[in-house]
Nanobody, 126 residues
Framework: QVQLVESGGGLVQAGGSLRLSCAASGRTFSNYAMGWFRQAPGKEREFVAG????????YYADSVKGRFTISRDNAKNTVALLMKSLKPEDTAVYYC???????????????????WGQGTQVTVAS
């Protein structure tokens, strides 16, 4: 069974940090680009960060650039998102996802990803 499981969410004060982790199983995820998305209440899901299968290409949404860092450990089948200088507007459910194209590029559209985790809540208090 192909599965992604996120962890690491929680409540943090503005300016604080959190590290999200995504554990993958059931597929050789090391061959697929991975992405982090988020969805705030009443808003559409949005791309946050993406990393290529090799880790050689990384992209961030403008809203998180310079504050968030995505990384992956293919030996452990994990992807992480380190979030610093958090703002109340970062409050959302965060999802990790696996692209469906073997060794394809990083893509920013959710429809490009075929496996999703259950999400982890991040709440940033002002």
């Amino acid at each position: 069974q192909v599965q992604l499981v996120e962890s690491g969410g929680g409540l943090v004060q503005a300016g604080g940090s959190l590290r999200l982790s995504c554990a993958a199983s059931g597929r050789t995820f090391s061959n697929y680009a991975m992405g982090w998305f988020r969805q705030a209440p009443g808003k559409e899901r949005e791309f946050v960060a993406g990393i290529s299968w090799s880790g050689g290409s990384i992209y961030y949404a403008d809203s998180v650039k310079g504050r968030f860092t995505i990384s992956r450990d293919n030996a452990k089948n994990t992807v992480a998102l380190l979030m610093k200088s958090l703002k109340p507007e970062d409050t959302a459910v965060y999802y990790c996802a696996s692209d469906q194209i073997f060794r394809g590029p990083v893509r920013k559209y959710g429809s490009s990803y075929d496996v999703w985790g259950q999400g982890t809540q991040v709440t940033v208090a002002s």
